[in-house]
């Protein structure tokens, strides 16, 4: 008769596996895949997983983290197995693991509010706002436009500006630029 092995499959949170029962201990740990600690996930170290005798798996929860952030996609986890005693000699089978975290906030989306009426020469604020913070940099194209017998020309716009603080601080968009990103 061979001698009972561990094995972990993938998934979020790692399970020990063993073929025969056998009280049985092994040391688990995570890793940075994709995902990072610990702002992905709470990472686990040198954890002792006990299998008892008569059973076959053990469960090692391994806590993600809801950081609220859209469009970031799937992380992993990667989770290994190592150290093991007992279980009338068991051998690892399969020492390592990627657990995949899912994106749960979707997509950002965007929104612009229209500027209340301003007299000539005042400032007419458009806040462009995003429905959540975004994995990645957002680009905004805004194109200001007139309306039928009244089109925007370069002339009637003066100086441009934007913020990404919510108005308290203003930087100067350089003359000539089509476009400015910023980080939300």
Do not use: H
């Not at 009280?23 to 170290?45: H, I, K, M, R």
């Not at 954890?47 to 469009?71: H, L």
């Not at 975290?101 to 612009?112: A, F, H, K, R």
């Not at 100086?159 to 968009?173: A, H, K, L, M, W």
């Amino acid at each position: 008769m061979a001698p009972p092995c561990l094995k972990v499959p993938t998934a979020c949170s790692p399970r020990a596996r063993l073929t025969q029962a056998q009280w049985t201990l092994a040391t688990f740990n995570t890793s940075n895949g994709s995902a990072v600690a610990p702002g992905d996930y709470t990472a686990q170290t040198a954890v002792t997983v006990t299998i008892p005798a008569g059973s076959t798996t053990a469960t090692v929860n391994v806590v993600t983290i809801d950081d609220a952030i859209a469009g970031e996609g799937n992380e992993t986890i990667n989770g290994t197995i190592s150290a093991v005693t007992g279980g009338n000699g068991a051998t690892i089978a399969t020492p390592s693991a990627i657990g995949t975290i899912s994106d749960n906030e979707g997509v950002p989306t965007l929104s612009i509010s229209s500027p209340q009426t301003v007299a000539e020469g005042g400032p007419a604020d458009n806040i462009i706002t995003l429905s959540a913070p975004s994995a990645v940099p957002v680009t905004v194209t805004v194109t200001p436009a007139g309306n039928g017998a009244n089109p925007t020309v370069p002339a009637d716009l003066g100086p441009q500006e934007y913020s990404t603080d919510g108005g308290t601080t203003f930087i100067p968009v350089p003359s000539g630029a089509s476009s400015r990103y910023r980080q939300a």
